[in-house]
């Protein structure tokens, strides 16, 4: 009899076991089951959370559960993102992740997550921005060859503004001071909006920014586009020339793509890709979005995932060689 009780307990076990594993394996195949949860790291009403809605409202349809969108900004998007990757892996909390997720390990190292490409598991691509270089209109040049020339005549005149050290559009000031060798003055602004309002009254001469914040002032004349980041002319102002004509190879996006946290299952974050690809080529939803500036790009998991090796890889380069910290 003795010898029989680890039989039986073995004989017992095995069942369990199997059926544990064969729940597992299935749990997958039901996702989604409930609503699931969409984690957007900036406040409402800005591009990326517009961007945001804008595909969650079609994946709902698509997976046949709401996505609620759920802002939680705050540490340069690092609050979301922790959020997220600290989440348990089943698919109903995922993230919105920018750029900045290859920016904050190197910038802000004591922020977290530490190493997004492994604490987060890539879905797919939403959308990207190019960036304008606009000057004041008072600036007598007429293209970014003879900006870079006035440049080097007036070493440390030029003010370029920015949305705040450490964004990508002071990072694509300085990635535009190192390629074109010149010495300009960069002054931090809290956001987008005070910047351009000094660049259209002449305190600062420059700055690059996001479509949908330089919109207005390039449209009613108070700022002067010279160029895009993007190395091809852009819809919404095709008669702008990439700066890459100047300075060849030269090209900056903001991005946002759909991240899951990591050991997530591969039947779920195939599913949640395929969702979020139908959403991403709409085409009705491509033309609403572009009508404000936002391009949205389909990419699968592994275009994502290598766009932000490679970006964590550029701007961590940018930002060492360049001695950038924050104050």
């Known amino acids: 009899m003795l010898h029989r009780r680890p039989l039986l307990g073995s004989a017992l076990a095995a069942p369990l076991l199997l059926l544990h594993r064969n729940a597992a394996a299935q749990a997958p195949e039901s996702w989604p089951s409930r609503a699931i ?19 969650a409202e079609p994946m709902s349809r698509e997976l046949g559960q709401t996505v609620v969108v759920e802002n939680r900004p ?12 600290r989440a348990r892996p089943d698919g109903y909390t995922l993230v919105m992740g920018t750029t900045t997720l290859a920016i904050n390990p ?12 492994k604490e987060l598991e890539a879905i797919g691509m939403v959308f990207q921005t190019p960036f304008i270089l606009h000057i004041h209109p008072g600036l007598a040049v007429r293209n970014v060859a003879e900006l870079i020339a006035y440049a080097k005549a007036n070493p440390g005149k030029l003010l370029f503004g920015s949305p705040g050290t450490g964004s990508v559009s002071h990072l694509c000031l300085e990635l535009f001071r190192a390629r074109a060798g010149i010495d300009i003055v960069h002054v931090p602004y809290r956001g987008g909006a005070p910047a351009a309002l000094d660049l259209r009254q002449g305190r600062i001469h420059a700055v690059f920014q996001a479509i949908q914040e330089a919109a207005t002032t390039l449209s009613d004349g108070g700022t002067k586009g010279l160029a895009v980041t993007a190395t091809a002319p852009i819809a919404n102002y095709p008669a702008l020339p990439p700066v890459a ?24 974050l195939a599913r949640a890709g395929r969702a979020l690809k139908s959403a991403t080529d709409d085409t009705t939803l491509r033309a609403r979005l572009a009508e404000q500036g936002v391009q949205l790009v389909s990419g699968d998991a592994a275009t994502t995932k290598q766009r932000l090796i490679d970006d964590t890889q550029k701007w961590g380069d940018l930002i060492r060689s360049a001695n950038i910290r924050l104050e």
Do not use: H, M, N
Not at 37 to 52: F, H, K, N, Q, R
Not at 74 to 85: D, L, M, P, Q
């Open 37 to 55: 949860t969409l984690i957007e790291g900036y406040p409402p009403g800005g591009v990326t959370d517009l961007a945001s809605r804008a595909v």
């Open 74 to 85: 705050g540490a340069a998007t690092s609050v979301a993102a922790t959020y997220a990757a």
């Open 106 to 117: 190197t910038l802000q190292p004591g922020l977290t997550p530490k190493e997004p490409v």
């Open 245 to 268: 004509e100047t300075l060849p190879g030269f090209e900056v996006f903001f991005w946002q793509g759909l991240f899951a946290p990591a050991q997530t299952p591969a039947p779920i």
